[in-house]
């Protein structure tokens, strides 16, 4: 364990009943092989750096502006204190990375540190061809077991055979906490004659209407990317269902896509469209174009992660853009989706395994997330003493990632939820969007997807 970590905030360890979907949710621990990758092949490992001269090839997805600025900084300080390594850092945005990892992984020379998304279509997937490395027994090397909430570890942890999500296994660690949630225009709505942000999923389409009425955009939105549909819909679907309701859900523990409120959901978004509340064409319009008409003060809403805090914050209507969550009817608090951003893992053919460990303790530990404090990112555990400026875009999100992490009130990602849901769900949207399938057509699409890997994951 690294004399650098320090325990993290009581906020930060409410994060353990993050998440309670429970496939088979146990603390991380030893494993068995499981393709390339298993404990019982795996050398002793070390804290310690060879001296040889090493270049350690690094995938990352952090693309947008203050987290690349963060990586580039985490960079070239961890090649300052190990001259000796020289990182290689390859950046593709998600989407891309999505689509172009599973291949590199499966060469002969892969990366040797890549950025993993979790659940069954990605970070399942890769364990179970035996591409990524067990990390438990560096989470206990370097203390990562106790710097990070264990729910937040679960995220991360799979079964040796990659069927288990939330299994034994670690398989990685997050550098970035998250949030996905209701940017506002504050000027924009009080030109509508909206004084407050809306709290509800009822006040936000109230305050839609008004702002459409006053003759401006209400929410900017671009799906080209395709993931922005599971953040629209899983932000709607947890304000109107509930932590514990999509939880379970995405878990397999219990309830149906097709039941009143998944349903519910989509009829709203369905509604939305119809009433041009939504950007017109959001299917060939990008994220970062909604993004750039939000920031220029072309919509009132924008509804979309934390990850953009740093644009925004550089906007030009920036002093105006706030932040905040939704709240289900019932709740006393705000829940919306969220947790960490994509695991930091070390693959299988990792030619330096203790190099690659050292990295990513580097860009991940306490000093790290000062960096990505000061850059306008929102760390995986806040830092101790970090008090943002109230009514300030970071204010609000520090403020909110506490809070509703605290009553355990984020939701996991929905593509978590199959190996192939990720395709299924955003096909999906883009079909609900754009009229082509009704509510009830897109819930028994995805509801089709789910079952059926339910079923045959026992």
């Avoid at 069954?120 to 909430?149: C, N, Q, T």
């Avoid at 809306?198 to 008004?210: C, F, G, R, V």
Wanted: negative net charge; charged residues 15%; aromatic residues 8%.
């Amino acid at each position: 364990m690294t004399a650098r970590r320090t325990t993290p905030l009581a906020a930060g360890g409410a994060l353990a009943a993050l998440v309670a979907v429970s496939l088979a949710a146990c603390a991380p621990g030893p494993s068995s092989p499981a393709g390339g990758g298993g404990s019982a092949s795996l050398a002793p490992v070390s804290t310690a750096v060879p001296t040889d001269k090493t270049t350690l090839t690094v995938w990352d997805q952090n693309t947008d502006g203050g987290i690349s600025d963060a990586q580039d900084q985490l960079n070239k300080a961890f090649m300052q204190k190990y001259p000796n390594v020289t990182v290689n850092r390859v950046s593709r945005s998600f989407s891309d990375l999505k689509t172009t990892l599973k291949l590199a992984l499966s060469g002969d020379n892969p990366p040797d540190v890549v950025q993993a998304n979790q659940g069954y279509p990605d970070m399942g997937a890769f364990v179970k061809a035996g591409y990524l490395r067990p990390m438990s027994d560096y989470a206990k090397l370097y203390g990562w077991d106790s710097y990070y909430p264990s729910s937040l570890l679960k995220l991360n942890s799979f079964s040796a055979d990659g069927k288990t999500w939330q299994g034994d296994n670690l398989y990685g660690v997050s550098q970035t906490g998250e949030l996905v949630g209701v940017y506002y225009n504050a000027a924009v709505l009080k030109k509508a004659g909206v004084n407050q942000p809306p709290t509800t999923i009822d006040e936000l389409t109230a305050d839609m209407a008004k702002v459409k009425a006053a003759g401006t955009l209400p929410l900017s939105y671009g799906d080209v990317e395709k993931s922005p549909g599971i953040h629209l819909y899983g932000v709607v679907l947890s304000a109107l269902a509930g932590a514990q309701s999509v939880t379970d859900l995405v878990g397999g523990k219990s309830g149906s896509w097709t039941d009143a409120n998944p349903v519910k959901a989509a009829q709203t978004i369905t509604d939305w469209q119809s009433k041009g509340y939504i950007t017109p064409g959001a299917n060939g319009v990008s994220r970062d174009a909604a993004v750039t008409t939000f920031g220029q003060g072309g919509s009132a809403f924008l509804i979309t992660g934390t990850w953009y805090q740093a644009t925004l914050e550089k906007a030009p209507a920036a002093s105006d853009l706030r932040f905040t969550a939704l709240t289900p009817s019932g709740s006393s608090t705000p829940v919306t989706m969220g947790g960490e951003g994509l695991a930091w893992a070390i693959t299988s053919k990792a030619k330096t395994p203790d190099v690659a460990a050292a990295y990513i303790d580097f860009i991940t530990d306490e000093a790290a997330s000062k960096v990505l404090v000061q850059t306008g990112n929102l760390p995986t555990v806040v830092p101790s003493g970090d008090s943002p400026k109230e009514g300030t875009i970071a204010g609000d999100i520090t403020t909110r990632y506490q809070a509703i992490s605290k009553s355990n009130g984020i939701t996991p990602y929905l593509d978590y939820a199959t190996p192939t849901f990720y395709d299924t769900l955003t096909a999906g949207m883009q079909d609900l969007v754009a009229g082509q399938a009704t509510p009830q057509q897109f819930t028994e699409k995805i509801q089709a997807d789910y079952g059926e890997f339910v079923k045959s994951n026992g």
